[in-house]
């Protein structure tokens, strides 16, 4: 029966000029990035105390990892009920101490990510980092790399340094570049009354952190943009115009775009192909905004499906490194991140299977009018018969089906915790 489904759609996508065999043959080695953070809640391993930073993780739902077994344990079964190629991403919070051990944030080294190492290599993965400027008691007024407090900054410059290690070992380790993404919530919550020193500290840091030596092929460090924070609604050091003119000018430096950090108006979509014209490479965030940076559940909506068109037809395939980042506490976590991670797949598959050629040509043929119409006309192209036969070809569930094995495991491993 399916067999048959899929035969019959791939013979609707062809009269468009669409392969939907090669679609899905492209889909399965595309690596996505799966942010370890969503299974539990961004609370990390190396601190006690909240979430700080400008962000937030709402609900209580039960069965949060509370230790890297756990955490662990809850990837796997995410991992066995997604498709297609996967990657790790790991933030400096989650490091892993010898029993009694603790180091702090400006002190750690490769040793301290070795079982996430062996844990990625176990499964063929490459693995993405992030040193962790927030959710420590070193942040100082809200301020990391831009504090006017020459103590305060030189720790996370070291943290950042770090980091650079870290990640060169992880790259080295399991043979796929490292994307290293350096983020931080600095700001202010009302008016500030100087707006360039922080930035110019925020520069200097980075760059002090950029001067740790690295071999560029195996680590790729990015800059994330952010417009605003919860409690920092007036000011972002870090924001649109201060990161990507850092990344311009600062050799191997990417953009990082998260699509949860601009106006409500304004659409990431738009922005790949711009940055795409400047950059040999970007990194994205994948998430999903519900009228700030609320990081919902990434779904199969218009305009996660725009991004994915984006990097598609601009042959970014390979120019855009693609990591998630949401956080859920208010719904099962292990469903969270797969409905996320199938949703961003269902994305790239229904660009892979979007007449490009034929479109664009319309475009440059005054073909409006048709264009439009063709537009609409496919949305109801039977996509979900080539999703159920990639699900197929890649040893995973097609449908709803996958639900059950989550209800199994909170039934026997979440609600014992
Ligand atoms: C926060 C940024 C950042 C974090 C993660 C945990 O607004 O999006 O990327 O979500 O680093
Ligand atoms: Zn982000």
New binding site residues.
């Given amino acids: 029966m399916n067999v048959e489904r899929y035969q019959s759609a791939k013979k609707l996508y062809a009269t468009l000029g669409v392969d939907t065999d090669a679609a899905i043959e492209t889909l399965k080695n595309i690596p996505i990035s799966i942010?370890c953070?969503q299974g539990d809640d961004?609370t990390g391993f190396d601190h006690e105390g909240p979430l700080t930073?400008?962000?937030q993780a709402t609900g209580n739902y039960p069965g949060k990892a509370t230790n890297v077994q756990e955490l662990m344990k809850d990837l796997d079964k995410a991992i066995s009920l997604m498709p297609g190629k996967k990657k790790l991403n790991l933030?400096a919070s989650y490091a892993v101490f010898e029993e009694g051990e603790h180091v702090d944030r400006d002190k750690l080294e490769p040793k301290h990510f070795q079982k996430w190492v062996d844990f990625a290599k176990e499964r063929s993965m490459g693995i993405d980092f992030?040193p962790?400027f927030f959710s420590h008691d070193k942040v100082k007024d809200g301020l990391t790399l831009s504090s006017p407090d020459d103590k305060t900054r030189k720790f996370w410059i070291e943290h950042g340094k770090a980091c650079i290690r870290i990640s060169q070992y992880m790259a080295k380790e399991t043979g796929v570049p490292c994307i290293m993404?350096i983020?931080t919530?600095d700001g202010y919550k009302d008016i500030p009354a100087d707006r360039m020193g922080p930035r110019l500290r925020y520069k200097d840091s980075i760059e002090q952190i950029l001067s740790e030596p690295y071999d560029k092929n195996l680590v790729k460090p990015c800059v994330?943009s952010?417009v605003f924070?919860i409690g920092v609604e007036a000011y972002t050091v870090g924001s649109s115009e201060f990161t990507l003119s850092f990344a311009a000018t600062h050799d191997g430096c990417l953009p990082l775009m998260?699509n949860?950090?601009y106006h409500p108006t304004e659409f990431v979509s738009d922005k790949i192909p711009s940055l795409l014209c400047f950059f040999p490479e970007i990194a994205l965030?994948i998430?999903r905004p519900v009228r700030w940076?609320s990081?919902h559940v990434v779904l199969f909506d218009d305009e996660t499906k725009e991004m994915a068109k984006e990097i598609v037809r601009c042959n970014g395939l390979e120019r855009v490194y693609m990591a998630l980042?949401f956080?859920d506490a208010s719904i099962n976590r292990i469903a969270a991140w797969t409905i996320g991670f199938r949703s961003w797949q269902k994305a790239l598959l229904n660009a892979l299977c979007t007449p490009n050629v034929l479109f664009t040509e319309m475009q440059n043929q005054e073909r409006l009018t048709e264009l439009m119409m063709m537009q609409e006309e496919l949305k109801t192209f039977p996509l979900g018969d080539i999703w159920a036969q990639y699900c197929n070809e890649s040893g995973v569930c097609p449908d709803a089906g996958w639900f059950e094995e989550i209800k199994k495991y909170e039934e026997e491993v979440l609600n014992n915790r």
């Fill in positions: 942010h953070w961004v930073g400008g962000i933030h992030n962790t993404n983020w919530g994330e952010k924070g998260d949860g950090h965030h998430t940076d990081d980042d956080f």
